[in-house]
């Protein structure tokens, strides 16, 4: 037990294991040991596989273009975040309740069991996340590339903007602990 609280205390202070060159994370950005800082953007999904097929193709033409603009080495990412649907659940029983029209209802209680079949099973709800990430040393330079990453995507008719500060702790939590998450807290804290 004493040995316990040792290592706890000892893990308090600890940002980060002493193996891994991670400095901090701090204004969307890993600053690493040798002063590079890696980050990037978050990107909003979108279905483009919901369009007609001339739409559809313009989407990846236009994704092309814009990954064909990145002149600079880049990591892309994706993530599954699990997601708890408790609060929607909670937010669609209250509109049932309140509705009075029989049709919406029917929509919202065909919702309402669909939200708890998902809630049955064994598998956890997830939201994939979509990042662009780069590394640089230079703060000038990395929003400008921030900047350019967001308007290109723009054109290519999807939402992003800079990566937070939770979104790059939740990345390195998962890649150090294989894709689980952990349930003690964050893998480091900010500087």
Do not use: C, H
């Not at 559809?56 to 080495?73: E, G, H, V, W």
């Amino acid at each position: 037990m004493r040995q316990a609280i040792f290592m706890a205390k000892k893990l308090e202070k600890a940002q980060t294991e002493n193996w891994l060159p991670i400095k901090g994370i701090q204004n969307g950005e890993i600053i690493l040991d040798n002063g590079v800082r890696v980050t990037g953007v978050k990107v909003r999904p979108r279905n483009i596989f919901i369009l007609d097929y001339n739409s559809q193709s313009n989407a990846i033409f236009n994704l092309r273009n814009f990954y064909n603009t990145i002149d600079y080495p880049f990591w892309l990412i994706v993530s599954d975040r699990p997601v708890d649907i408790n609060v929607y659940l909670a937010q669609l029983k209250l509109l049932y309740n309140s509705v009075q029209t029989q049709a919406i209802r029917k929509l919202v209680r065909e919702d309402i069991d669909k939200a708890n079949l998902f809630m049955s099973k064994e598998v956890s709800v997830t939201d994939t996340e979509y990042f662009i990430l780069f590394k640089d040393r230079r703060p000038e330079m990395i929003q400008k590339k921030i900047q350019n990453l967001v308007s290109g995507l723009a054109s290519a008719g999807l939402q992003s903007a800079q990566v937070s500060n939770d979104d790059l702790r939740v990345l390195v939590d998962g890649f150090m602990n294989g894709g689980d998450t952990t349930k003690f807290g964050t893998v480091m804290s900010t500087i």
